[in-house]
């Protein structure tokens, strides 16, 4: 097995554990017993009307640059939670929750970055082994060489999207949910190689706004003398 298997199943199971999936505590980075490889991902088979809705969510998420939105978030460890999120593709994203947590993940295009300013502690790992590094990147494609589009399922007026890391199959899925007419972008699911699952939901959301780049600033520890 090599580091960066490793480093990208320990970091699913960070995304979806702890304060949840965006961001957790400092339980995140402890060591955990990988999962056996599993055969490749099995493609979903789309109807002709599928594609041609898969192929409007792939061009709206290339076309949404930005995003500016309180969310929710749930798991069963740590219940609801609330906070505020900014998303500037590519790379850029930063999590804020809301007091008493002192979390924050930032990523600045190159890493990502969570810091506990209670404990003043600081931890990153490469923003490429995110679970959604997928949405934060320049081309997003959701059939490529390295996402798989395993399910695509409708409802009256919403879609829902199954991926996950075509090299690393086992180690956890990313479910996208959208509103219809508009299309619009209004809530994931992270599921991690235990089956542990985080739900993020987006509201008071405003797209294509401009956010400062002070946002997406990494974050530094607090020196010892203060």
């Not at 978030?73 to 500037?88: D, E, P, T």
């Not at 992270?190 to 002070?214: H, S």
Request: glycine share 6%; with cysteine; charged share 20%.
């Amino acid at each position: 097995m090599t580091a960066s298997t490793f480093d990208r199943r320990r970091f699913l199971q960070l995304s979806a554990a702890a304060t949840c999936s965006l961001a957790g505590g400092a339980a995140w980075f402890g060591s955990t017993a990988p999962a056996l490889a599993k055969a490749a991902p099995q493609q979903a088979q789309l109807s002709p009307e599928d594609q041609q809705d898969v192929d409007r969510i792939e061009q709206y998420l290339n076309d949404l640059k930005s995003v500016e939105a309180r969310f929710q978030q749930y798991s069963a460890n740590q219940g609801l939670v609330f906070g505020k999120i900014y998303l500037r593709r590519p790379g850029r994203l930063r999590v804020e929750y809301d007091p008493p947590s002192k979390v924050i993940l930032v990523a600045d295009g190159i890493a990502l970055s969570y810091y506990d300013a209670e404990l003043n502690n600081l931890n990153q790992v490469p923003l490429n082994l995110s679970p959604m590094w997928f949405l934060l990147r320049d081309k997003v494609k959701l059939n490529g060489s390295d996402v798989t589009l395993t399910s695509f399922k409708r409802a009256p007026g919403a879609f829902q999207v199954g991926l996950v890391q075509t090299d690393e199959p086992d180690a956890g899925s990313v479910v996208l949910e959208f509103g219809d007419r508009p299309l619009e972008l209004r809530q994931w699911t992270i599921t991690d190689n235990k089956n542990q699952q985080v739900q993020v939901g987006l509201y008071d959301a405003r797209f294509g706004v401009q956010l400062a780049n002070e946002l997406f600033a990494t974050p530094q520890k607090r020196s010892k003398n203060r």
